[in-house]
């Protein structure tokens, strides 16, 4: 719920207060807000779960109407990737924006923005073959069968399909897609960050270089919005990334995981809240804007308190 209504007041934030000098940009912004309120509404509708039991690293949907269908818990991990790759395009337009300033009108081309929408996508079907196609999940694999004793061991209830796992155990003779699909996954996330990182530094680079042509107030606003990307790309490391990476690291060298799997899943249903607070908190236009309001309401009841008495 939090998630929701933070980023619709980002939403309305972004609507209502800010400026011309932010360009198109504040489609990027009401794009990644919009998308962290479906990321918000998928989690809870399907209460994932993570289950780790010795060397196996598994994902479980927990819905009302109970998930049988791996393909459909494949595209719930798929679509936490989505907010990484929307992510780079944030960093490309900052980079543009001071680097290459005729190029941002690019951003209102459609021909341009079908192009660059298939970085979200490729890194979705990437994703998704990769939990559907190389993980292992049959109701019939040892590893399943352990999980699911695990899981019923701890929630009472017996499921046996729609089960995504990765099994590092050598008794199981799944190790090695275990390992290809963690590394597959590991070069996806650390490729992301690795052009995140770059197009930051040099974005900043040119920055402290900008022409004597370019304002002071344009400068700093360009520093601020930089600052503001990179805190937004901390908050999935944080929640996201090194949580997972965190219990398959766990898996592989057999160490008890239990409760780091529940704690992991728990951290991943928070990041959106933070991205938008990160957003409304650093950009002095939305924070002075939702402060404005909050003000105005409290002084509204203040006379109407008044006015009774």
């Known amino acids: 719920v939090g998630g929701i209504l933070t980023n619709f007041l980002l939403l309305f934030a972004i609507r209502r207060f800010s400026r011309q000098s932010v360009g198109t940009y504040k489609y990027l912004l009401a794009i990644f807000a919009s998308f962290d309120i479906f990321l918000t509404i998928i989690h809870r509708l399907t209460n994932p779960v993570k289950v780790i039991k010795n060397a196996i690293v598994s994902l479980k949907l927990q819905t009302v109407v109970t998930i049988r269908i791996k393909e459909i818990t494949g595209a719930y991990c798929a679509f936490f990737t989505v907010p990484f790759a929307l992510m780079n395009i944030h960093f490309l337009y900052r980079f543009w924006a001071i680097r290459h300033p005729e190029k941002i009108i690019l951003f209102s081309n459609k021909k341009f923005i079908a192009l660059i929408s298939m970085a979200p996508i490729s890194v979705f079907v990437s994703w998704h073959l990769i939990c559907t196609r190389i993980m292992s999940g049959a109701h019939d694999e040892i590893g399943t069968i352990r999980l699911y004793k695990e899981y019923f061991r701890r929630y009472g209830k017996k499921i046996r399909d729609g089960w995504i796992l990765v099994n590092f155990s050598e008794e199981d003779g799944m190790r090695t897609l275990g390992f290809i699909s963690m590394l597959t996954l590991d070069v996806i996330m650390i490729g992301s960050f690795s052009i995140a990182i770059t197009l930051a530094i040099l974005t900043y ?82 924070r002075e804007g939702v402060i404005s309001l909050v003000r105005k309401k409290k002084v509204i009841d203040t006379k109407t308190t008044v006015w009774k008495t």
């Open 205 to 286: 680079h040119y920055i402290t270089l900008a022409d004597t042509k370019i304002s002071s107030a344009t400068i700093n606003l360009q520093f601020k919005l930089l600052i503001a990307v990179c805190a937004q790309t901390f908050v999935p490391l944080v929640f996201v990334y090194l949580p997972y990476m965190g219990v398959n690291n766990l898996a592989v060298l057999r160490v008890p995981a239990y409760p780091v799997d529940r704690v992991c899943m728990q951290l991943t249903a928070c990041f959106p809240l933070w991205d938008a607070l990160i957003i409304i908190v650093l950009i002095r236009d939305y």
